[in-house]
């Protein structure tokens, strides 16, 4: 008796659907692009950066760590407003705020892409890893510590296509008065 023959097994596209956590060291990123631009009134552009560092990932989290007390409202309500992300002061450097909360974050995501370049995070992203997040860098080439870059699961290079630059604002012209003209004696 022969078997009929089989028909081969259908193979069903696989969906990877991975959760990710989006910690920004505002500080860091900021002083790049300004370095590399050459001109304080950059901007990194969201719209365009977020998109392409999620590869069509599911977004769970965007916190932008930031030194001072000065930090832009619009720039909280557009973070807030567009990825439900918050900012998070600073009282010193970023470091140990973005390490705690990325620490809390490990076994809520798959993934963590930290937004810096600062060596300082060598060690959080081995931690990350041995807890078994998937840890991504994102952030300027030129001034990423090469020590992070080998260590990252990947990098992402921030470049001059994910960023803007702001005209300065127009500065209100003083008004001076004529002095009265000496009369003649």
């Known amino acids: 008796m022969t078997q009929p023959p ?3 097994p ?6 990877i659907s991975q959760s990710v956590a989006i910690l920004i060291d505002g500080n860091n990123i900021e002083r790049s692009i300004h370095s590399e ?5 950059t901007m990194l552009n969201f719209d365009t950066l977020i998109p392409k560092l999620l590869v069509n990932r599911g977004l769970n ?7 001072g007390k000065q930090i832009s409202s619009k720039l909280t309500e557009r973070l807030h407003s567009n990825y439900h992300g918050s900012v998070i002061p600073c009282h010193k450097s970023a470091d140990i705020p973005l390490s705690i909360k990325a620490t809390q974050l490990a076994s809520k995501v798959d993934t963590i892409i930290i937004m810096s370049g600062d060596s300082d995070y060598v060690e959080l992203v081995s931690h990350l ?7 991504e860098i994102a952030a ?10 080998e260590e990252a699961d990947y990098f992402h290079a921030i470049t001059r296509e994910d960023w803007f630059t702001l005209p300065p604002k127009k500065t209100a012209k003083k008004k001076f008065s004529k002095r009265p ?5």
């Open 140 to 149: 300027v080439q030129s001034t990423t510590s090469h020590l992070l870059i």
């Open 37 to 41: 631009a050459d001109d304080t009134h």
């Open 10 to 15: 259908v193979i069903s596209t696989v969906t």
């Open 129 to 135: 890893k041995a807890e078994g997040v998937r840890v």
């Open 6 to 8: 089989t028909q081969p």
């Open 61 to 67: 989290r965007l916190i932008y760590f930031r030194e």
């Open 181 to 185: 003209q000496e009369q003649d004696k």
